[in-house]
């Protein structure tokens, strides 16, 4: 059975940094591209960043651009999302997600609060 | 950017009828080189993670039910449910895969009447 589960969400303050992981198992973690979307509760789904299956090529939204990094390590079958200088409107529910062109597959997410 | 528009933002239909979510694209999402739309639905039900619909704008998922069917070409895409069901009722979302950012509409939720 595939499994994303994200981790490393949490309560964080303005301008601070928080990592994300994905662990994920049930198939070929290294075949894949994998992807963040994230979700405001309540609001619609906005695609974060992307990385090649090998970690060789990475994209991103405008809005996180230059402030987050994604990565992977396919040894241990994560993925991770390096946020800094965060931003109250970077709250959301942080979803890890696979898939080669459209997503396949999705974890049930972890929220991030960015507050004082 | 590409930008994705969806009509309407709500709808409520009865039990057993027809249900049209249709969703724009600002620029042609067709690769003309192998003749696929990259646009994908997904469904979300409340308090869950979204769940993969249709790709390559007309094919349905493993395990999706045939009352679901994805139609259009280049810009223009519409997701039918030819016979809502209770457990229909969500938010439905199209993304377009063709470049990065994979934008998303902005969501259809849908009701029952």
């Known amino acids: 059975e595939v499994q994303l589960v994200e981790s490393g969400g949490g309560l964080v303050q303005p301008g601070g940094s928080l990592r994300l992981s994905c662990e994920a198992s049930?198939?070929?973690?290294?075949?894949?591209?994998m992807h963040w979307v994230r979700q405001v509760p309540g609001k619609g789904l906005v695609w974060v960043s992307r990385?090649?299956?090998?970690?060789?090529?990475?994209d991103y939204a405008d809005s996180v651009k230059g402030r987050f990094t994604i990565s992977r390590d396919n040894a241990q079958s994560t993925m991770y999302l390096q946020m800094n200088s965060l931003r109250a409107e970077d709250t959301a529910v942080y979803y890890c997600?696979?898939?080669?062109?459209?997503?396949?597959?999705w974890g049930q997410g972890t929220l991030v609060t960015v507050s004082s | 950017d590409i930008v994705m528009t969806q009509s309407p933002d709500s709808l409520a239909v009865s039990l057993g009828e027809r249900a049209t979510i249709n969703c724009k694209s600002s620029q042609s999402v067709l690769y003309s080189s192998n003749d696929k739309n990259y646009l994908a639905w997904y469904q979300q039900k409340p308090g869950q993670p979204p769940k993969l619909l249709i790709y390559?704008?007309?094919t349905r998922a493993s395990g999706v039910p045939d009352r679901f069917s994805g139609s259009g070409s280049g810009t223009d895409f519409t997701l039918t449910i030819t016979s809502l069901q209770a457990e229909d009722v969500a938010v439905y979302y199209c993304q377009q895969y063709y470049d990065p950012p994979h934008t998303f509409g902005q969501g259809t939720n849908v009701e029952i009447k």
């Open positions: 990385i090649h299956s090998y970690g060789t090529s990475t």
């Open positions: 997600a696979r898939g080669n062109n459209y997503i396949e597959q």
């Open positions: 049930g198939f070929t973690f290294s075949s894949y591209w």
């Open positions: 390559w704008a007309s």
